[in-house]
């Protein structure tokens, strides 16, 4: 089992749309989470973080924990063209770790 | 400014020689990372420290060797034992253990030609 599972995508959603992307982990000793955004050839930059279980929100994200379940989401709002990258989400048992990330397609 | 420089931002290799990519950070950080991304994945740990002269295998070691001899130095050797190394390589560093946000370096785009 891998330790940081998400869908690879790609997931296409309309502009304006709610894209919904999804991350499974499996040390339950995880105490901070991650939401990075790539565009191609780039570095990863931070979008959300979140530590305790719940809803974060910031501006059009919002992050959702829920550490029994072991999952943890990120909601973009009113999708736009330029959201369109690759969406890693990143755990930290011991060390920081992260998954195959989600394509996001939002095309107008 | 304070922030992470990785070089060269494109490397290329023969086979058969080893080759050092350098991440220097002067946000006075206690970890630091190497990770490697294969087009269309993720980011795989190779390897990690967290404090000064000591470090950790991640998942895809083989073939890499780091030092960490100062605070804001680590460099990542690739070796010839890594039989495929072409790739994009990232450095990361975080304040402590991993708990807040990581920064990144612009990374390197190794070949081996």
């Known amino acids: 089992q891998k330790e940081v599972e998400q869908n690879s995508g790609p997931l296409s959603v309309p502009e304006g749309a709610i894209a919904s992307l999804n991350c499974t982990y499996s040390?339950?000793?995880?105490?901070?989470f991650f939401w990075y955004r790539q565009y191609s050839g780039k570095s990863p930059e931070l979008i959300m973080f979140?530590?305790?279980?719940g809803d974060k929100e910031d501006g059009r994200f919002t992050a959702q924990l829920n550490k029994a379940s072991q999952y943890v989401s990120l909601l973009i709002r009113d999708s736009q063209p330029s959201d369109s990258a690759t969406y890693l989400c990143?755990?930290?048992?011991?060390?920081?770790?992260f998954g195959t990330g989600t394509r996001l397609q939002v095309f107008p | 400014d304070g922030g992470i420089t990785q070089s060269p931002k494109y490397l290329f290799r023969k086979e058969g020689q080893n080759v050092t990519l350098s991440c220097e950070q002067n946000?006075?950080?206690?970890?630091m990372y190497w990770y490697r991304q294969d087009p269309g994945q993720g980011l795989r740990l190779i390897y990690y420290s967290q404090i000064v002269n000591d470090f950790q295998k991640g998942d895809i070691a083989e073939g890499y060797s780091v030092s960490r001899e100062k605070k804001e130095s680590f460099p990542l050797t690739v070796t010839s034992a890594q039989k495929n190394p072409t790739a994009f390589y990232l450095c990361?560093?975080?304040?402590?253990?991993?708990?807040?946000?990581?920064?990144f370096g612009q990374g390197t785009r190794l070949t081996v030609v």
């Open positions: 990143a755990v930290t048992p011991d060390k920081l770790i």
């Open positions: 040390d339950r000793g995880s105490q901070s």
């Open positions: 946000l006075n950080h206690d970890a």
């Open positions: 990361a560093s975080t304040p402590d253990r991993g708990g807040t946000e990581a920064f």
């Open positions: 979140i530590y305790s279980n």
